[in-house]
């Protein structure tokens, strides 16, 4: 990721993001990358969403972890690739009944879907 890395920990550190997030979100990435076994700026939206499903399913994750990687990845494409349409690159702010919370899955799934 070399080049990548770089600026995705220099945008990190204009938004004085600590060493220990930036460590995490550079993990997220690098499985991501090897998850697929490619470079994360050349994946599509359905890549990024089965590595999500994959940590939620495989691994398994607990939720906060998985929307951890969620926002390392929007991170990564928004402000390091500056491309907005690659797999989970906008949060969850209410469900169809305001009376109703998202569970985790319906949660997961508004992250990818906005990519579409």
């Known amino acids: 990721?070399?080049?990548?890395?770089?600026?995705?920990?220099?945008?990190?550190?204009?938004?004085?993001?600590?060493?220990?997030?930036?460590?995490?979100?550079?993990?997220?990435?690098?499985?991501?990358?090897?998850?697929?076994?490619?470079?994360?700026?050349?994946?599509?939206?359905?890549?990024?969403?089965?590595?999500?499903?994959?940590?939620?399913?495989?691994?398994?994750?607990?939720w906060s972890s998985v929307s951890v990687a969620a926002s390392a990845i929007r991170f990564f494409y928004t402000h390091t690739v500056k491309r907005r349409s690659a797999g989970c690159c906008s949060r969850v702010h209410s469900t169809e009944d305001p009376n109703r919370s998202a569970t985790n899955e319906e949660q997961l799934l508004a992250y990818c879907q906005d990519a579409r």
């Open 1 to 62: 990721m070399g080049v990548l890395r770089d600026r995705m920990v220099r945008e990190m550190s204009l938004r004085e993001f600590s060493v220990s997030f930036q460590q995490l979100y550079l993990a997220t990435l690098i499985d991501l990358a090897t998850y697929h076994h490619q470079s994360p700026d050349t994946l599509d939206p359905t890549q990024v969403q089965n590595f999500l499903l994959y940590l939620t399913q495989e691994r398994p994750l607990a």
